[in-house]
């Protein structure tokens, strides 16, 4: 399994995708547990009822499916699947974008969008827009990737509001930060993204010190011999913390561990 999380984080930003899929019965404790020994952190998805038994391979460990950048099962098997997935990663020009090709006049804007440049893609694809209006195939595929840019700041948005109103202000700076770099730098959201990051750090300055503090508390637990000793260290935190949003999720974690 640590082989797997090597691939993932060699070729996660080429647009590799890596899912395993526990089929033993295990617990969602037990695959936690598991997770974390190995130090995984790509996504473990638990069976929760289903049965592999009637698929290929599903009786039997290891089995792997390897499906291309067009959505079709490629490949299938138990060893091997390296070399067909660097195949298939070779396959894609512009990791990201969800197409293999684009028009002509689109390549430097899809060429931007796979790099990272997520603002000098919609750049370039609104010059391809006004250069080629009589060009059906290159509107289309310039209007795709400025909804593919604008997409993107949607769903980031989206989350950091989901963040602040749970109080994971640490999240929403995270994401602000992100939404503040390089990638959009330029655009408004970005400037307006700066400003409510530096606004928030100055508002919420005490839940997220909390939440810096409950990473550290985290941070010794691994290391705790006992489920008490980490019942300790939880519950000397959020009383330290009480009333922010870290504290809480202290104590809920804390009460779910015996003495």
């Not at 250069?131 to 310039?142: S, T, V």
Request: glycine content about 10%; some cysteine.
């Amino acid at each position: 399994m640590p082989s797997n999380q090597a691939l993932w984080e060699k070729n996660k930003d080429r647009g590799l995708h890596v899912f395993l899929v526990e089929s033993q019965g295990g617990t969602l404790e037990d695959i936690t547990q598991y997770a974390k020994d190995r130090k995984l952190t790509l996504p473990l998805v638990i069976r929760n009822g289903s049965n592999f038994d009637g698929y290929k391979g599903g009786n039997g460990l290891p089995y792997a499916f390897v499906v291309g950048p067009d959505g079709k099962v490629v490949w299938q098997g138990r060893s091997g699947y390296e070399a067909i997935i660097e195949q298939q990663l070779e396959r894609i020009k512009y990791p990201g974008l969800g197409k293999l090709e684009v028009a002509p006049e689109c390549t430097k804007a899809a060429e931007k969008f796979g790099s990272g440049d997520f603002a000098g893609a919609r750049d370039e694809a609104v010059k391809v827009q006004e250069k080629e209006a009589d060009n059906e195939a290159a509107l289309a595929d310039a209007d795709y990737i400025i909804k593919r840019v604008d997409g993107l700041i949607d769903t980031m948005r989206a989350k950091i509001e989901d963040a602040k109103s749970k109080r994971r202000y640490h999240d929403a700076v995270r994401l602000l930060d992100e939404l503040s770099g390089k990638g959009f730098k330029g655009m408004e959201v970005a400037d307006k993204a700066k400003d409510e990051a530096k606004e928030l750090k100055k508002e919420q300055k005490d839940e997220l010190k909390a939440w810096e503090q409950f990473e550290k508390t985290l941070e010794v637990n691994e290391k705790a011999k006992s489920d008490g000793d980490k019942k300790k260290n939880l519950v000397k935190f959020y009383e330290k913390y009480e009333g922010t949003a870290a504290a809480d999720e202290a104590k809920a974690m804390a009460d779910g561990l015996s003495d």
